[in-house]
């Protein structure tokens, strides 16, 4: 007998790790929120541009997330002539080479913004994709720390524009030079000490997550994750580390660079440490004090001190436009994972506690930041460029909003439903649809089994439609001409719930609908949307 032939077998349709697939209510809240976002920086003065997914790799340079392997830290591939190709892993690379590419017919400086997804060929993890948004704004063509201080100045005034009150965020300034300077104090200067120079950085970056502690293990011989994971360190000697120490593990050094306290009593300190405030209080500032300290211990290092003076020019500016330090300040823990950095660095960090949706704490950290990168376009030009920006995590932080309750998470209104009460008049409702979308209203015809009424219904509650229409035969053939009923299914949502008597029940649904002559379609359809006052963007 026979072997039955195998039934083939069904693909199992599954994600690969580190990515999600999103749907409309969270795309409609990610537009929401990049809208907010986009008018806070074209304020500032930038403007749009976009570049491909895809760049030579040569193109994005040794500064990838990981080590030398073209595909290490990022997707890569080879094309018909083997070139090497790599999904973009951040917006700034890209945008390197475009203005290189564009250099002469730019305006300089060059003051842009992007919004896109980027790629990290990196071992996901809880809020760690290998796809996500980030929304940039950058300066090529200055070397001002003006430049620095105003992409601080936007970052706190995107937080605010997102909702996220005054005191729950900081952005947190540095400059690299001080790090540098650092190293090279360790011992851990010029190109040969590259590598390791990285992996230091890569671990003191790691401080807000895993401590002193845990950043000292990674700066030593290495460090063992909960999961069993080793990661190797730098294999930094004991004098290396408590010197690094001294940079991002005091407490102090962590401090406000400067503070803004009101006070009616003006005590007698020099003019350019006092800010007038109208007729109100005044704005006292300190001068940063631990910055001196820095000076001293390091004033070996030409690079900490042009570090510092940057990081006070900085301060000075922010303070004269009356940013005080619940929104910006100098933390020199801060030093981005990228080794593109060439002076001042900025990292915007939530400071509210949540829980998520299985009770645990969650605590976000830092969901943007940038910095200084005035090597990068001049690869390209073989000329200094200077350059700085600030980039935003768009899907990191809309989960932190989201969580926080401070991002409009409704989905958005779907289309009106014209529905097929007569499947032989599918012409007539068409025509009715096209009359809809001929007046800017969003509308669709019902376009599964019209058989039943109940069905359509249902779908357009599934759509969280506005409105329905309904059209059958003693409507079409109504005594005083052609009608429709209008079927207003927000209002037809929220009965029921309260609602025990059956006839004061049916009373209000069959006040929900309303029948109308065919020719007042659109001007019905307006009023009920205006009474919701529904807008599609």
């Known amino acids: ?94 945008l390197a080479r475009y203005v290189a590419e564009h250099f002469d017919k730019l305006p300089k400086p060059y003051r842009s913004y992007r919004a896109g997804y980027v790629f990290r060929n990196e071992k996901p993890g809880p809020g760690r994709f290998r796809q996500f948004m980030q929304f940039d704004a950058d300066t090529v063509g200055s070397a001002s720390p003006a430049a620095d201080a105003e992409m601080c100045m936007m970052a706190a005034d995107t937080m605010e524009a997102l909702g996220i009150p005054r005191g729950s965020y900081v952005v947190k300034v540095n400059n690299r030079k001080v790090l540098d300077g650092v190293m090279e104090s360790i011992g851990l200067g010029g190109e040969e000490n590259a590598g390791r120079r990285l992996t230091v950085l890569r ?28 990661t190797k360190g730098a294999g930094l000697k004991e004098n290396q580390i408590e010197l690094l120490e001294k940079l991002y593990g005091h407490q102090e050094s962590r401090s406000q660079d400067f503070f803004m306290a009101e006070t009616d009593e003006i005590p007698a300190i020099a003019d350019d440490r006092l800010l007038s405030s109208g007729n109100g209080p005044k704005l006292i500032i300190a001068n940063p004090r631990f910055l001196d300290t820095y000076d001293q211990v390091f004033s070996k290092s030409e690079l900490v001190l042009s570090g510092t003076k940057e990081l006070r020019e900085i301060s000075s500016i922010v303070r004269s436009s009356e940013y005080g330090t619940q929104r910006i300040k100098i933390d020199v823990s801060v030093v981005r994972g990228l080794e593109y950095y060439t002076g001042p660095v900025y990292e915007v960090e939530l400071l509210l506690d949540t829980v998520d949706e299985k009770g645990r704490p969650v605590r976000f950290g830092s969901v943007g930041g940038g910095g200084r990168y005035d090597g990068l376009v001049s690869r390209f030009r073989g000329e200094p460029v200077p350059a700085t920006g600030f980039s935003i995590g768009v899907s990191r932080l809309q989960a932190a909003l989201t969580l926080l309750g401070k991002l409009d998470a409704r989905p958005e209104y779907g289309p009106v439903v014209v529905t097929v009460f007569d499947k032989d008049r599918v012409a007539d409702y068409q025509k009715m649809v096209a009359t809809l979308r001929n007046a800017d209203i969003r509308a669709e015809l019902y376009l599964g089994n019209p058989k039943n009424m109940g069905n359509q219904l249902k779908y357009a509650d599934a759509r969280n439609s506005p409105v329905a229409i309904v059209q059958g035969s003693n409507e079409r053939e109504h005594a005083e001409g052609a009608q429709i009923i209008v079927q207003d299914l927000i209002a037809g949502r929220s009965i029921g719930a309260d609602i025990a008597d059956r006839d004061e029940y049916l009373k209000k649904k069959a006040a929900a609908q309303e029948m109308v002559p065919a020719g007042e379609l659109v001007a019905k359809v307006r009023e009920v949307l205006a009474r919701y006052q529904v807008k599609w963007n």
Not at 37 to 60: H, N, S, W
Request: aromatic share 8%; hydrophobic share 35%; charged share 40%.
């Open 203 to 230: 671990a003191i970056d790691k401080l807000d997550r895993l401590g002193v502690e845990g950043v000292r293990q990674l700066l030593g011989e290495g460090r063992k994750d909960e999961s069993g994971d080793f």
């Open 1 to 94: 007998m026979a072997d039955k032939p195998k039934k083939p077998q069904k693909l199992r349709a599954r994600l690969p790790r580190g990515l999600e697939d999103r749907d409309a209510v969270a795309i409609a809240a990610t537009r929401r929120m990049t809208e907010k976002i986009r008018e806070v920086f074209e304020r500032y003065g930038f403007e749009p541009v976009e570049t491909p997914a895809m760049e030579y790799t040569d193109a994005l340079g040794k500064f990838l997330p990981d080590q030398d392997r073209p595909n290490e830290g990022v997707f890569s591939f080879q094309d018909d002539d083997e070139q090497w190709i790599s999904l973009r892993y951040d917006l700034t690379a890209p």
